[in-house]
């Protein structure tokens, strides 16, 4: 090849080698374009296609996005091809509060560290986030499964009272009808500590828990999902209002997150899925 006759002898000019190689000069510089084509251009194109649609994806995700895409790649070159063309994602970290703390009604023991959930709907997990429109925010309350990662019910609303993860709850009950024996555990905020709230878990034969004051980590799960809603959806969108806000969020939990979605902790299978096998199994 004229590429070896080139590094072999670094100091023959162009015209030297194509006498070598007896080929014109054009047709030399036209074959050179073509061996310095970038080989990481395909792959390339195939990791921005999965960053296009999943704007949270570390180069891990992709890695696994692409193998089901059936595009396999070595992670340590999809880490190189992303770091050089800036395709890591940088999430921005915002935090307002949502947790009214200070209330009278009965607060409960955190029992969450003393159940390990091994299967669906023994233990759900639920809090509230805000999310801007227009006009200032509405808000979000969610309920997680937390052994199939699954948002299993979620309501949204321009008012953050109890109506609201009541609501939440309410869808979560109807489309699972968990069995009794539930642990539902969230904060301390006066919306879950509110004894229409309680009353609902009791009479469903479900367990509250609590996380300490001030202490997110206690329900990671929960703020983990939030921070993947806000990087991959609600900080990319600008909503005009509630249903707007609501009919793209219905989308992305629906759909993207609980059915597309890749999660690291499932093996890299959506929700959806990782709970469809585990029923199978």
């Not at 696994?64 to 396999?72: D, F, I, P």
């Not at 990087?231 to 997150?257: C, K, P, S």
Request: proline share 5%.
């Amino acid at each position: 090849m004229i590429q070896d006759a080139r590094s072999a002898h670094p100091e023959v000019s162009v015209r030297r080698l194509c006498q070598l190689h007896d080929v014109s000069r054009s047709w030399y510089l036209e074959q050179q374009g073509r061996e310095v084509a970038d080989p990481d251009q395909p792959l390339a194109k195939e990791i921005e296609a999965v960053v296009l649609k999943w704007s949270g994806y570390g180069y891990r995700r992709v890695t696994r996005e692409l193998a089901r895409r059936g595009h396999r790649a070595n992670h340590k070159r999809v880490l190189r091809v992303m770091r050089e063309r800036r395709l890591l994602c940088r999430p921005r970290r915002r935090y307002q509060a949502t947790t009214d703390s200070k209330h009278s009604e009965t607060r409960f023991p955190n029992l969450l560290p003393q159940v390990e959930a091994v299967k669906p709907d023994q233990v759900w997990q639920s809090d509230l986030t805000y999310v801007r429109v227009q006009d200032g925010f509405v808000y979000l309350a969610c309920v997680l499964d937390s052994c199939t990662r699954e948002i299993v019910g979620w309501a949204m609303s321009k008012f953050m009272d109890v109506d609201l993860p009541l609501t939440a709850l309410n869808n979560a009950l109807t489309a699972r009808c968990p069995a009794p024996g539930l642990l539902h555990h969230s904060d301390q905020g006066s919306q879950y500590a509110s004894r229409l709230y309680i009353d609902r878990l009791k009479a469903m034969g479900i367990t509250p828990s609590m996380s300490r004051t001030g202490n997110p980590y206690d329900n990671a799960r929960m703020e983990s999902f939030y921070k993947t809603l806000k990087t991959e959806e609600v900080n990319v969108q600008e909503y005009v209002d509630l249903d707007d806000a609501r009919e793209h969020i219905d989308h992305y939990i629906g759909t993207l997150y609980n059915r597309e979605r890749l999660h690291s902790s499932l093996g890299y299978v959506p929700p959806a899925e990782f709970a469809t096998r585990y029923h199978h199994a």
